[in-house]
């Protein structure tokens, strides 16, 4: 059952409005509209052929960048209703939050944030405010999908502050500058990086962490990297294999790690709605507002999880992301976004029409980002396809 909207949840009615001003919807809130911009967007249908850790030709069955951002969405939504958050706001969070992912998944992040070394590196979180904010052109009055201020802060701050009091940056980015792009659009148009974002962020934030952890056991298991018993090397699978075998003696593997990834995503948003709920009791925010100046995250796991939440994330990271199969493809992947980077700079001629007006006059790092920008936009066919087109050998990358 839903819980009724909270205080502390972000109000629609008190949105604090669009970078460009536009006349309310006669029939939709100003988040649910801004979910469906999401929706309707070029970037969004161009997440189907990118690729999540498995490229698109290596099965139906394996996710892309387009399903795990679906399933992000339905565990946010979950917990945004136990919650009494805005779950429009909270699905356009989700749906968005891999706007900016070039093809290759971290493969090709890898090779874009090298080949704009020199010009500011490239950051996927900061891909995705440019997507919504420049990049798309569907609208006759404005560049981007001009959505709320809500949506852009919960798109650049979901993971928490990026600068301290003092206008240093914190938190992830300690170790670098803020990323390229959000310091200039803030200057533009305020999104008080200094403080936390909405728990409709946040929540978007950690169903991320979720579908990633259960649904990568689950790619994992498909692809053969390991089995359902070699989860029991962590003690929270473990109990949860154990139970399961308890339950449905003899039960085939498909359905065995079927039912694991269900136990995992209950147990897991059952914790946070825990956790949550005793910050939010502690804490006592009678608004969004003072959610954002709490002084830390409200959407959370309590240690023992966030323990138990890391291991996964170790035993995926050794057992299928560092897996010498994906490796191999990752590293040629890598070097399909070097070369094609590459190519383009050296002759901009080779870009295409509408991305080529203009690029043989401007100055290095200008070019640069204007590629950097084309090749993030690129799916993982297309991308082959443009290799393919400019160079006498490509990768099959299988």
Request: with cysteine; proline share 4%.
């Given at each position: 059952?839903?819980a ?12 604090r409005g669009r970078?460009?001003?536009?006349p ?8 649910r ?5 999401v929706?309707h ?5 161009r997440?189907?052929?990118k690729?999540q ?9 394996y996710?892309t960048?387009?399903?795990h951002?679906?399933?992000v969405?339905?565990v946010a939504?979950?917990l945004?209703r136990?919650?009494?958050l805005?779950?429009?706001?909270t ?9 900016g992912?070039?093809?290759f ?18 950051d996927?979180n ?6 919504v904010t420049s990049?798309?052109?569907?609208y006759?009055?404005?560049?981007g999908l001009n959505?709320?201020?809500?949506s ?9 502050p ?5 206008g240093v940056?914190s ?5 670098r500058a803020?990323?390229?792009g959000?310091?200039e ?15 409709e ?8 962490d979720?579908?990633?952890?259960a ?6 298991l498909r ?5 359902v ?5 962590m003690p929270?699978?473990a109990e949860?294999?154990a ?5 449905y003696?003899g039960l085939?593997?498909?359905r065995?790690g ?16 825990s956790?949550?709920r005793r910050r939010?009791e502690?804490?006592q925010?009678?608004s969004a ?7 830390q ?21 050794q ?12 590293r040629e992947?890598?070097?399909?976004v070097?070369d ?10 080779d870009?295409?029409?509408e991305?080529?007006d203009?690029a043989a006059?401007e100055?290095q790092?200008a070019?640069?980002?204007r590629i950097g920008?084309f090749?993030?936009?690129m799916?993982?066919r ?5 290799h ?7 990768p099959?990358l299988?």
């Amino acid at each position: 059952m839903a819980a009724p909207r909270a205080l502390y949840a972000c109000d629609p009615d008190r949105s604090r409005g669009r970078q460009f001003a536009e006349p309310p919807s006669k029939t939709r809130s100003p988040f649910r509209r801004d979910c469906d911009r999401v929706i309707h967007s070029t970037a969004f249908r161009r997440l189907k052929h990118k690729t999540q850790v498995f490229v698109f030709h290596e099965g139906d069955h394996y996710r892309t960048r387009l399903t795990h951002s679906l399933e992000v969405a339905q565990v946010a939504r979950a917990l945004a209703r136990q919650l009494g958050l805005d779950e429009d706001l909270t699905e356009a969070l989700a749906l968005a939050h891999d706007l900016g992912h070039p093809p290759f998944g971290h493969a090709g992040e890898r090779a874009l944030d090298g080949c704009l070394k020199a010009h500011g590196g490239f950051d996927h979180n900061a891909q995705t405010l440019r997507v919504v904010t420049s990049l798309e052109h569907r609208y006759p009055n404005f560049d981007g999908l001009n959505l709320t201020w809500e949506s852009l802060e919960g798109i650049v701050k979901h993971n928490g502050p990026l600068i301290d009091a003092d206008g240093v940056a914190s938190g992830l980015d300690r170790k670098r500058a803020i990323a390229e792009g959000i310091a200039e659009f803030d200057e533009v148009y305020d999104l008080e990086l200094s403080g936390f974002a909405s728990l409709e962020a946040q929540v978007a934030a950690i169903a991320d962490d979720i579908a990633y952890d259960a649904h990568d056991i689950d790619d994992g298991l498909r692809a053969g990297l390991f089995t359902v018993d070699d989860l029991k090397v962590m003690p929270l699978t473990a109990e949860m294999i154990a139970d399961i075998d308890r339950r449905y003696a003899g039960l085939d593997q498909d359905r065995r790690g079927a039912e694991l990834v269900r136990e995992l995503i209950s147990c897991l948003i059952g914790a946070v709605v825990s956790e949550a709920r005793r910050r939010l009791e502690a804490t006592q925010p009678r608004s969004a507002d003072e959610v954002r100046h709490a002084g830390q995250q409200l959407v959370a796991f309590a240690s023992d999880f966030a323990e138990a939440e890391a291991g996964i994330k170790a035993f995926l990271k050794q057992r299928m992301y560092r897996h010498e199969r994906v490796m191999g493809v990752m590293r040629e992947a890598e070097q399909i976004v070097v070369d094609l980077f590459a190519r383009y700079h050296q002759t901009p001629s080779d870009l295409p029409l509408e991305w080529r007006d203009g690029a043989a006059h401007e100055n290095q790092t200008a070019r640069a980002r204007r590629i950097g920008n084309f090749i993030a936009g690129m799916t993982d066919r297309f991308a082959l396809t443009e290799h393919q087109r400019l160079f006498d050998s490509t990768p099959d990358l299988r």
